[in-house]
């Protein structure tokens, strides 16, 4: 008796210590012993399900330590370059080296990076807002077409700067979605913005709208450099320029946004292959 008892302990920690892995069962064990082994099989079993969470557990956590490490790096630069300009430029002014329209100048040149930083912090509050789930928006009927072709055309001026034509694309039937308007017209600067300035001189960026099955779908879509495939993961984090050929002004936060006011109205948004160029689509509930 003591010898089978022995031998099913044995077992037992063979077992457990394989995580419950297939055992061999010696012959003329009792119900017992076969028991303690059944127990411990099961036992090792939860052990090795708790371990591979535990492990998951950590990897997630040093997943979000590192982004938190990647955010922290890259407000940092955001920051440390526009008020590295701004105390050269107030300390020159401050000791009276420049006078007369080149102190005037640098005096513009202060105002644009103080609205530049102040853009950034706002920005970074609003996506902290957003992700947090801090959402206190009043959601109405808002009529796509009309939506659009306000912000095409309010756009239009700083896209013919750039040589880039703007146009919208739209249906002669009404899109009507149920969103917060002044919120999605954000996104609809963002990608516009976006795409106007990752687009050549005498290309052509398109805005469209149209229903959708159960919803409707927008597209900004641009014929510039476009995105490789590698970065489609990326593209919408925030921070995230890019190669050289999408890199540039503006901090990476535009399209981090939009995607968390597009996920918060219950939508979403994509990148659609293009070639040449870049499309970026969302959806958003049909009202």
Do not use: C
């Not at 005037?104 to 609003?126: K, P, Q």
């Amino acid at each position: 008796m003591k010898r089978s008892l022995a031998i099913a302990i044995a077992i037992a920690v063979a077992a457990f210590l394989a995580g419950g892995a297939a055992v061999t069962v010696p012959h003329k064990m009792g119900w017992g012993q076969i028991a303690l082994v059944a127990s411990a099989i099961a036992f090792g079993a939860v052990a090795a399900a708790l371990a591979a969470r535990l492990a998951a557990e950590e990897r997630s956590r040093r997943e979000v330590e590192a982004a938190r490490r990647q955010l922290v790096a890259s407000v940092s630069h955001d920051l440390r370059t526009p008020l590295a300009s701004l105390r050269l430029l107030v300390e020159s002014i401050d000791d009276g080296v420049v006078t007369g329209e080149t102190r005037d100048r640098y005096l513009g040149e202060v105002r644009t990076h103080v609205a530049a930083l102040s853009a950034l912090i706002d920005d970074l509050f609003e996506l902290s807002r957003i992700e947090a789930g801090e959402i206190s928006w009043t959601m109405s009927q808002v009529e796509l077409r009309e939506l659009v072709g306000d912000t095409v055309a309010a756009m239009r001026a700083p896209a013919a700067a750039r040589g880039v034509a703007l146009a919208a694309d739209l249906p002669a039937e009404q899109v009507i979605a149920r969103a917060n308007a002044e919120k999605l017209q954000r996104v609809l600067f963002n990608l516009i913005q976006n795409a106007i300035r990752h687009t050549p001189a005498d290309g052509s960026v398109t805005v469209r709208a149209r229903a959708a099955a159960g919803g409707v779908e927008v597209e900004v879509a641009d014929n510039g450099a476009g995105i490789p495939d590698a970065d489609d993961e990326q593209v919408f984090d925030a921070f995230y320029r890019g190669d050289d050929a999408r890199s540039g002004d503006g901090a990476g936060l535009g399209l981090a946004i939009s995607r968390a006011i597009v996920e918060a109205h219950g939508g979403r948004i994509w990148l659609e292959r293009a070639t040449p160029g870049t499309r970026v689509r969302f959806t958003l509930q049909a009202s």
